[in-house]
């Protein structure tokens, strides 16, 4: 090569005139697999156990007339095997893009109903998913504050309903469902905000809240971190678990249990610091009324704060109100502990039973919220924080272990709920198929129009 050319090449690859990468001019082709891997990881983002997700996404293969397509699921990864696809027959698709919204939550639902029945084109369903994913949510970020406010004191009246602490709930909600709003894009603040939140408003309610009131800081902060409590997480843990899906729940069991222990160290490294120890003589609780005002203000907080879709806060009140009715009925026969079995499959039929009305919202958005008020993740933490700060440890260590039987209880009310409730569907569709075939009497008379076929 001589000079000239030498000093040339160098000049373009300074200028970087190299050969343009070859892109692809047209989207990669979208099958059955793609679409498969986009349902579960947005059914994962709805909250959805790895048994249940499993389940729907072989009905959909089913719905697909390819049951040879086999589906495996994790927390976090959604593994579909192809066995017409030849060397490439398992394709993995992460499920890292966050949790949905109620409305998201309750679209997926009725996208995958849609799907099944009348059997989209897969590449129609991952861009209606994309889409769903990214519709902005219908209530501004001072709206979704003031539900956290309103699901706070909610929540306060459930667990430690005190007249004047019922203020200071109010402004703890809106302080954490400020910085839970704000932060929400942020995904390197998760990993801190556990620690920090925790901490700062236990510090400020032990320094001002606690000694103007008197009643146990501890108990004060626990509504106000419920939107950060893993309580769901780790009772759909005990569901994979008792479903035999050992590594899923075994994975999300350790998650939720370290999200509970970063809470904790918050909440020990404020009480460390302020030597706050619980309040000897507590105030007088309210009256028997007080836990379903704060079911209806749950309601409503959770409404604005998870941004649920139009028309569900009625029903959402309904299951909350099953749930919570349910679950105090169990109490009076079998214990408290195992009083989250009944309210879990109670919720879970009811549920069940009222999607089947046209004007209901899927059943997602009322069982997810049914949870939040199930799961006694709120005892765990108030039990946790005490054992770590040392006082009333018998107590303490007595309200964890009822919290893991109450976690357990509730899984096993889940699975026996979901296996009534499928069954009540199969009966339901042979009913159908057999007034289908086997028209009525009067049709098949004399004169009758025959059936319309």
């Known amino acids: 090569m001589s000079d000239r050319g030498l000093v040339r090449r160098l000049r373009e690859a300074l200028r970087g005139r190299t050969a343009p990468a070859v892109r692809p001019t047209t989207r990669p082709q979208i099958g059955l697999p793609e679409m498969l891997g986009a349902v579960g990881a947005a059914l994962l983002g709805s909250s959805r156990a790895t048994s249940a997700v ?18 495996f699921v994790l927390p976090t ?25 109620l409305d998201q939550a309750g679209a997926v639902e009725r996208l995958i109903e849609r799907a099944r029945m009348q059997r989209m084109p897969p590449a129609d369903v991952v861009r209606e998913l994309e889409r769903i994913r990214a519709t902005p949510p219908r209530f501004n970020a001072v709206t979704m504050i003031l539900g956290h406010a ?24 809106a ?42 800081p501890i108990r004060l902060v626990a509504p106000a971190l419920v939107s950060l409590l893993p309580g769901l997480t780790l009772t ?46 507590p105030l007088p609780p309210l009256g028997a009324w007080a836990p379903w005002v ?17 028309g569900a806060f009625p029903w959402i009140v309904v299951s909350l109100v099953v749930a919570y009715g349910a679950q105090a009925l169990g109490a009076l026969a079998i214990g408290a502990q195992l009083s989250g079995f009944v309210g879990a499959v109670v919720v879970i039929v009811v549920v069940g039973l009222l999607r089947r009305i046209p004007a209901a919202p899927p059943s997602a958005v009322m069982l997810m919220c049914a949870y ?46 979901a296996s009534m409730t499928r069954e009540v569907d199969v009966v339901a569709r042979g009913w159908r198929r057999v007034a289908r075939f086997h028209p009525s009497r009067d049709a098949s008379a004399p004169g009758a129009e025959p059936p319309a076929r």
Do not use: C, K
């Open 294 to 310: 704060g079911v209806v203000l749950t309601a409503i907080g959770y409404t604005l704060f998870s941004v649920a879709p139009r």
């Open 175 to 216: 302080i954490v469902g400020t910085v839970v709003v704000l932060t929400a894009r942020f995904a390197q603040l998760s990993l801190v905000l556990p620690v920090l939140i925790p901490f700062g408003i236990t510090l400020g309610t032990g320094l001002f809240v606690a000694p103007l009131i008197g009643d146990d």
């Open 54 to 71: 499993e389940r729907i996404l072989h009905e959909l293969s089913s719905a697909y007339g390819r049951d040879d397509v086999q589906s």
């Open 77 to 101: 990864l959604v593994l579909v095997e192809d066995p017409s696809a030849g060397s490439q027959r398992t394709e993995l698709f992460p499920a890292t893009h966050g949790d949905l919204r």
């Open 372 to 417: 939040w008020l199930l799961v006694p993740g709120a005892l765990g933490f108030i039990g946790l924080s005490r054992v770590a700060e040392g006082t009333d440890g018998a107590g303490a260590a007595d309200l964890v272990a009822g919290t893991l039987v109450s976690l357990v209880s509730i899984a096993l009310g889940m699975v026996v709920g």
């Open 236 to 281: 759909l843990a005990a569901v994979e678990l008792t479903s035999n899906q050992v590594v899923a729940g075994a994975s999300r069991m350790v998650y939720g249990v370290a999200r509970l222990g970063l809470l904790v160290f918050g909440v020990f490294a404020a009480i460390s610091i302020l030597g706050v120890h619980p309040a000897e003589n």
């Open 150 to 173: 309103l699901l706070t004191v909610g929540f306060g009246l459930v667990l430690d309903p005190v007249a004047l602490a019922l203020p200071f709930y109010a402004v703890l909600g």
